[in-house]
């Protein structure tokens, strides 16, 4: 189907496959902000507005990052950590990163013990600042 010199297509596929995000904030602001950077950088980004929307597409999986907030409605972020803690994802998720203002030491560390990568205080960095982060996890 294809000339013996060409690598085959399982090879081909991985090197140009998008990054795929996933961006879980009840602000509709930060929502629109880092999916429209994410998305001019070629990635594709798929949008949550509260923890049990995230926890649903989380479950399906495939993520590369995650960005998700702590303080939301319906289902908050720590406790949406930790049901996806309890389910095995159809695709793993590679990197699940909490971006909140929920500055507490004790909160950080339940976090990073419930899977999260990284933790990032809205207040404490630019958008440039995440943008950066979440880059070297691409």
């Given amino acids: 189907p294809y000339p013996p010199h060409f690598p085959a297509y399982d090879t081909l596929i991985p090197m140009f496959k998008k990054p795929r995000m996933l961006i879980i ?32 597409l989380l ?24 049901e996806l803690a309890l389910i095995k994802p159809t695709r793993a998720n590679k990197h699940i990163l909490v971006l909140t203002n929920m500055d507490f030491q004790p909160t950080f560390e339940e976090a990073i013990a419930l899977g999260a990568e ?21």
Avoid: C, N, W
Wanted: hydrophobic letters at 35%; glycine letters at 8%; charged letters at 30%.
């Fill in 25 to 56: 904030d009840d602000d509709e602001l930060i929502r629109k902000l880092y999916s429209e950077i994410f998305t001019s950088e070629k990635s594709d980004v798929e949008t949550a507005s509260d923890g049990q929307e995230g926890l649903d």
């Fill in 59 to 82: 479950v399906q999986g495939g993520y590369d990052v995650v960005l998700l907030d702590l303080m939301m409605p319906v289902m908050d972020g720590m406790t949406t950590l930790r």
């Fill in 118 to 138: 990284g933790y990032l205080i809205k207040s404490a960095h630019t958008p440039d600042d995440v943008v950066r982060q979440v880059r070297s996890y691409l």
